[in-house]
């Protein structure tokens, strides 16, 4: 087990959504990060089904199935969107989260960090939260969402850290200004 992330580390994730893979032979991924020094230099993820890969080399543009891509939009408010969350922030009303998904068009659940960001992606959420992911769950994620207007923090705004399971928001501006006014501690 790495210790932290200095010099050259590669963070895969095989099959993200191992659950959806066996149960539904669907909205599963392969996610791919690189960082160099603890910063994201490249980041993948493939849509194994939908034959659908988005990766971007940091410092360079994004690129879905060999091509630039834009996002959609800039920014999504909530309140004219559909989020997405693990299931256990919802059932549990952790944090305050019912009141959050209440400022929103909808609530659904992928079950799996990689279909959640790529939603984000293609603009058809706009916020992702969960309660505990894994690094290999967020670094894909991390070097994707660089250079776009998403943020990716912890649920509280905090820095993500890759050494430790995290709670952590992805999420357009305006719904993660929502996001932050209404979670609880």
């Not at 989260?97 to 659904?108: A, K, P, T």
């Not at 279909?115 to 959420?125: F, N, P």
């Not at 776009?148 to 995290?166: A, C, K, Q, S, Y």
Request: overall charge negative; hydrophobic content about 40%; proline content about 4%.
């Amino acid at each position: 087990q790495i210790k932290d992330l200095t010099g050259s580390v590669w963070i895969i994730d095989p099959i993200d959504g191992t659950t959806n893979f066996v149960c539904q032979k669907k909205n599963f991924a392969i996610m791919i990060g690189y960082f160099v020094d603890g910063s994201p230099a490249f980041g993948a993820i493939y849509d194994v089904m939908q034959d659908d890969y988005f990766e971007r080399i940091c410092g360079k543009e994004l690129r879905r199935n060999g091509q630039v891509y834009s996002l959609p939009c800039q920014d999504k408010a909530l309140k004219d969107s559909l989020m997405a969350a693990s299931s256990r922030l919802v059932l549990g009303n952790s944090h305050n989260f019912l009141e959050i998904v209440d400022h929103s068009l909808g609530f659904r659940c992928y079950g799996s960090a990689s279909m959640e960001i790529l939603a984000l992606l293609k603009g058809d959420i706009a916020l992702y939260a969960a309660m505990n992911l894994k690094p290999w769950d967020l670094a894909a994620g991390m070097a994707l969402l660089k250079g776009t207007p998403i943020r990716i923090t912890r649920l509280d705004g905090g820095e993500i850290n890759l050494m430790t399971e995290t709670p952590a928001l992805m999420a357009y501006p305006s719904a993660y200004a929502t996001f932050l006014e209404n979670y609880k501690d």
